[in-house]
């Protein structure tokens, strides 16, 4: 077993972890041959990719740089984007270097694990709450351990028990990340040099939040944030909490939690946690939300003076797993004659073709909806091509997640002879910069009606620009209606689901 470092030494802190949201209903698994086409990142590797922006791992180091009697080690850490199940294979090999490198590299006094919360695996329905069971028992009682989750996480009861420390982003888009990590890495910190005993409470009511409702700066999630805040200022507590939880991960965990951290006070953490808990099932009618059918939505926005018009296709949510090449919104604004709608549109053969061709060129053929019968039929298209890039760019401003860096893979432009533009990208591209259209020659500002793949993710870079915002009620492996899943593992009674489901703390 690794001992704790002690003595004289510096306090020595390392991080590893893998990170994904896995959706039960998705496609496409996530295979280790994926986790290696995003990259798979060692040692300085790490810190090379990420210490200049806002994510978790640039939260440990902005926290932890300043600290001269701090050593913070990078040891591995993958992030794959959402998509199906990790494989077993895939499982094994991430647990086996991450458990290797925290091994061969001790002693520690503290690790720090930027994980999602929301990873389900072949092997292990909780892939996140096992790593962290697997890492205590490698090094032992003494090794404070903290994890910085996704809101999206479900947080398990095993990831409490196994960390010391456990904070979750409280912004959804997600752009308190990096101030999220800054609290984890502090609170390791101060527990490694015996300032504070951290003590944490999970309650979990059987409470499910629908994604339409889980915007952090809309009623009534905004009201429940308030409450949080209003308990972490209370004397005592550490921090507070809330999981707004994954619907698409069909485990036992899925739902709505609630997380306060006291400095030694069991039952005052429990009552944090309660207060926050209770208020939320108190609001559990009003935690649903609505969207709009893609027909009614289209002839709001072809009416439109003011533009562009931004809609959301929430069934084919790239942030959720859905692989983005959903034509719904396509095919039915051409039988209703709404021109002037633009989208990415994942469809690595038509960017490759269109790559060969160039631009100028004309491109007819079939684009979208061939990655499986969940998101459409493939959308018939002539039109001249554009734009051709590497889809490569970069965002500086703050986005949901805090990333950087964006790849969408060789990608153009085809704009249409009936008024549409598509910019084809190789991978399931997120509609969370508008510098994905910009690289590629098109300004979302010049508009009529740009589709947006997701929900929240996109909020960041098209509020500001989008004259009226539209969720649309579409088909898909991340749609609003969970009521056309067929779950097998979640916990039931659990509303909305189960109507029935009664909650007492």
Same mark, same amino acid.
């Given at each position: ?34 986790? +290696? ?27 932890? +740089? ?12 993958? +992030? ?203 609001? +559990? ?221």
């Amino acid at each position: 077993m690794v001992k704790r470092a002690s003595g004289g030494k510096k306090i020595r802190i390392g991080y590893a972890a893998f990170s994904h949201e896995s959706n039960s209903f998705a496609y496409q698994p996530a295979t280790l041959e994926k986790w +290696r086409e995003w990259g798979i990142l060692y040692g300085e590797d790490i810190r090379a990719e990420y210490e200049t922006s806002k994510a978790s791992i640039a939260g440990y180091y902005g926290r932890l +740089r300043d600290e001269v009697d701090v050593e913070l080690v990078p040891l591995v850490f993958a +992030r794959l984007m959402p998509m199906g199940p990790i494989t077993k294979e895939a499982t094994e090999f991430l647990f086996t270097e991450i458990l290797r490198l925290v091994a061969e590299q001790g002693l520690w006094d503290g690790l720090l694990l930027p994980l999602h919360g929301a990873a389900v695996s072949d092997k292990y329905l909780d892939a996140d709450g096992e790593i962290c069971a697997q890492i205590r028992d490698l090094v032992g009682e003494d090794v404070v351990i903290g994890a910085s989750l996704d809101m999206h996480a479900n947080v398990s009861q095993k990831i409490v028990e196994e960390c010391d420390v456990v904070t979750i982003y409280q912004t959804n888009p997600h752009i308190d990340t990096y101030e999220q990590a800054v609290h984890c890495a502090d609170l390791v910190l101060r527990t490694i040099r015996g300032e504070i005993n951290p003590v944490m409470y999970l309650a979990d009511p059987p409470l499910l939040v629908n994604i339409l409702s889980q915007g952090t700066s809309d009623e009534p999630m905004a009201e429940l944030l308030r409450v949080a805040k209003a308990q972490w200022q209370k004397p005592g507590a550490l921090w507070v909490g809330i999981g707004e939880g994954y619907p698409y991960a069909d485990v036992p965990e899925m739902g709505m939690t609630f997380l306060a951290i006291t400095d030694g006070d069991p039952v005052l953490a429990r009552e944090l946690a309660d207060a926050v808990a209770n208020r939320a099932w108190e609001l +559990r009618v009003e935690l649903q939300g609505s969207s709009t059918s893609v027909r009614d939505a289209l002839l709001r926005a072809d009416k439109a003076s003011a533009l562009p018009v931004v809609l959301f296709d929430v069934g084919d949510n790239v942030g959720a797993g859905t692989p983005g090449d959903s034509t719904y919104v396509l095919h039915e604004a051409r039988a209703l004659g709404v021109r002037g709608v633009t989208q990415a549109l994942r469809d690595a053969d038509v960017a490759a073709q269109c790559q060969k061709l160039g631009v100028g060129a004309t491109f007819t053929g079939e684009v979208g909806g061939k990655c499986d019968d969940l998101h459409g039929a493939p959308f018939p298209i002539t039109g001249v091509i554009t734009s051709v890039s590497d889809g490569k760019y970069e965002e500086t401003k703050p986005v949901h997640g805090g990333f950087r860096f964006f790849d969408d893979g060789p990608s153009a432009v085809i704009k249409s002879d009936d008024g549409f533009t598509i910019l084809v990208t190789t991978y399931p591209a997120m509609s969370a910069s508008l510098d994905q259209f910009r690289s590629s020659g098109v300004d979302p500002v010049k508009e009529r009606i740009m589709v947006v793949k997701g929900v929240h993710s996109p909020r960041p870079a098209y509020e500001p620009i989008g004259k009226e915002l539209i969720w649309l009620s579409t088909a898909g492996a991340s749609t609003a209606d969970l009521s056309t899943f067929t779950y097998k593992h979640i916990r039931k009674p659990l509303y909305p689901l189960q109507k029935d489901a009664t909650y007492t703390p």
